[in-house]
């Protein structure tokens, strides 16, 4: 099992990249996936994500405890950014 600081990462990082785009089946079923992640493996109720100048503050509720986090924008960003720099690179199939 990831630490749940690893799962909010790779959730909130691919959450992103599904967002800008819907019709990208495996960054919505990523995404997907680590969200249940949390829920079934973290116990986590509910997720809030606070975008700052240079940070994204996520905070996170459990049944038992909540959790902050903190992760610098162009660490979350970098799966985004490559993906709207060079967007032949990343082909969305049917």
């Given at each position: ?11 909130l990082s691919i959450q992103l990249v599904a967002d800008a785009r819907p019709d ?19 116990n986590v109720t509910s997720i809030h ?46």
């Amino acid at each position: 099992m990831k630490s749940l600081q690893d799962v909010v990462y790779n959730w909130l990082s691919i959450q992103l990249v599904a967002d800008a785009r819907p019709d990208d089946q495996a960054a919505v079923e990523t995404a997907a996936f680590f969200k249940q992640m949390l829920e079934k493996e973290h116990n986590v109720t509910s997720i809030h994500v606070d975008k700052r100048e240079d940070m994204y503050s996520v905070r996170v509720q459990k049944k038992e405890e909540d959790r902050s986090f903190r992760f610098p924008v162009e660490l979350i960003e970098c799966i985004y950014d490559q993906i709207h720099e060079e967007p032949e690179k990343f082909t969305i199939y049917s």
